[in-house]
């Protein structure tokens, strides 16, 4: 098998869910491709292996074969080509060339990264001050968060010392779109606009000020950072680095169930638990669980408003990322949530058969 690295990002465009990307997205994810050739009769990879990559056949035939022996033959330029060969952690078939073939392969992390980023779309801001010339209390905004509800007490004391204090004039950039998140921050003083660059184009999405605390985003999902922060006067932020975050903020309130679990709350009775697919609705459609729900990331964002708070929402994606941010803001938003664990050697229309959200 041989390969090179010459990839046009209008070829990631054919394939699901790469079609769905931000061609900015295409054009860095294309300098992490390689197309590689496979001869007739060689295997590209085996049933029960990890998976540390995403295949797509550009051309030639493959065949798929699962533990029973049933072989599901594909063709280049087919619809069932057109999705990734085999998305789970750990493959379900042997893939077989059943003809010279070219494939398109992409380190499984840079695909999950260039999703989630995409697909987080806006910055979340909370306690957004509606008077410039009153200064609210940074710590009583924070307190007044539905996550501060989740964490210990010794947690939260600890968070509060472990913020600091820096100062920023006018024009200054806090955050900068495409860098990698080091810090949580929140404004003690002066207000800051939020600007999103897309293409050549940038947007203005919100300007904030004292009390709405922001940079989460890339904390939680190890993605970078979404929008662009500049102060649109003197002032300054308190601060929390990456790891107090993550160490105090995010995983005491990140919880991970299995199947098992979920089916057993479910026959209980006693509380409505609904499964919630993070990902794109081609990828959903793909290999979606019957007793899901597909809400994208986005549009779980945009929809918080009209979800009710009497379900336990159990988020589940396909890398992780996705489903840990999804989980994080339900969480922020004063739901009860928590994430999905991955079941090797099945996919996900085999994970759970029963069709009961209640």
């Known amino acids: 098998m041989s390969g090179n690295r010459q990839v046009n990002p209008a070829l990631l465009k054919k394939f699901a869910p790469l079609d769905e990307l931000a061609q900015n997205?295409?054009?860095d994810l294309a300098t992490k491709a390689k197309l590689v050739s496979l001869h007739e009769g060689r295997i590209l990879f085996k049933r029960d292996e990890e998976n540390q990559s995403c295949h797509w056949l550009v051309s030639g035939s493959m065949d798929l074969l699962d533990k029973e022996f049933n072989v599901v033959?594909?063709?280049?330029?087919?619809?069932?080509?057109?999705?990734m060969l085999d998305d789970n952690s750990t493959h379900v078939v042997t893939a077989i060339a059943s003809s010279d073939c070219r494939i398109l392969v992409i380190d499984k992390h840079a695909v999950?990264?260039?999703l989630t980023l995409d697909h987080s779309g806006g910055v979340v801001v909370t306690g957004i001050s509606e008077d410039e010339e009153i200064e609210e209390d940074w710590m009583s905004s924070l307190l007044q968060s539905h996550l501060f509800e989740l964490l210990p007490p010794s947690n939260i004391e600890e968070?509060?010392?472990?913020?600091?204090?820096?100062?920023?004039?006018?024009?200054?950039?806090?955050?900068?779109q495409d860098e990698e998140g080091d810090y949580f921050y929140v404004i003690k003083q002066g207000r800051a606009r939020i600007d999103r660059q897309v293409g050549e184009k940038t947007k203005t999405l919100a300007e904030i000020g004292p009390g709405a605390c922001f940079g989460e985003d890339a904390l939680v999902s190890d993605a970078p950072r979404n929008a662009t922060i500049t102060?649109?006067?003197?002032?300054?932020m308190m601060r929390l680095s990456k790891d107090d975050f993550q160490h105090l903020?995010?995983?005491?309130?990140q919880e991970y169930v299995t199947l098992e679990e979920v089916e057993a709350v479910r026959?209980?009775?006693?509380?409505?638990?609904?499964?919630?697919?993070?990902?794109?609705?081609k990828e959903f459609k793909a290999d979606g669980m019957e007793s899901a729900v597909n809400i994208p990331l986005q549009v779980l964002r945009q929809n918080l408003t009209k979800l009710k708070q009497n379900i336990?929402?159990?988020?589940?994606?396909?890398?992780?990322?996705?489903?840990?941010?999804?989980?994080?803001?339900?969480?922020?938003?004063?739901?009860d949530s928590c994430i999905l664990k991955p079941e090797p050697n099945k996919s996900p229309s085999e994970r759970l058969p029963s069709t009961d959200t209640g």
Do not use: H, W
Not at 73 to 83: G, M, N, T
Not at 231 to 236: A, D, H, P, R, W
Not at 249 to 253: A, D, E, S
Not at 312 to 335: H, M, P, Q, W
């Open 249 to 253: 903020l995010q995983q005491p309130v």
């Open 231 to 236: 102060m649109l006067s003197k002032g300054s």
């Open 312 to 335: 336990t929402y159990v988020t589940t994606c396909d890398g992780g990322r996705r489903s840990e941010l999804a989980a994080y803001i339900l969480n922020k938003a004063g739901f």
């Open 267 to 281: 026959e209980a009775g006693e509380q409505k638990v609904l499964i919630v697919d993070v990902r794109l609705p």
């Open 112 to 114: 999950d990264l260039a």
């Open 159 to 176: 968070v509060f010392t472990r913020f600091s204090e820096i100062a920023f004039n006018k024009g200054e950039t806090v955050i900068k």
């Open 25 to 27: 997205r295409l054009d």
């Open 73 to 83: 033959k594909l063709e280049s330029d087919s619809e069932p080509s057109l999705k």
